[in-house]
């Protein structure tokens, strides 16, 4: 298995156009910006899926050390 299989991918939802689909992660920032440029005239309409998002942020903070003790954060 290849390094780049190893990359998970990224659930990319968009409501105005009411499409979600995976993107592999590392062309996550270019798909989402070549999205919202061709159908939303640059503005930031499609994005990571904010659920997946929070829990990867919550994550690395975890990780990382940036939150207390407290089991609840």
């Known amino acids: 298995m290849t390094?780049?299989?190893?990359?998970?991918?990224i659930?990319?939802?968009?409501?105005a156009c009411?499409?979600?689909?995976q993107v592999p992660f590392e062309d996550v920032e270019g798909a989402v910006a070549?999205?919202?440029?061709?159908?939303?005239?640059?503005?930031?309409?499609?994005?990571?899926?904010p659920d997946v998002l929070d829990a990867l942020t919550d994550?690395?903070?975890r990780e990382m050390g940036?939150?207390?003790d407290d089991p609840n954060t």
Do not use: I, S
């Not at 390094?3 to 991918?9: G, L, R, T, V």
């Not at 659930?11 to 409501?15: A, D, E, I, Q, R």
């Not at 009411?18 to 689909?21: A, M, P």
């Not at 070549?34 to 899926?49: C, F, K, P, S, T």
């Open 3 to 9: 390094a780049q299989e190893d990359m998970p991918e």
């Open 11 to 15: 659930p990319v939802v968009c409501t």
């Open 18 to 21: 009411e499409t979600r689909t």
């Open 34 to 49: 070549r999205h919202n440029e061709q159908l939303h005239d640059g503005e930031a309409v499609a994005e990571v899926d």
């Open 59 to 61: 994550q690395l903070g």
């Open 66 to 68: 940036l939150f207390d």
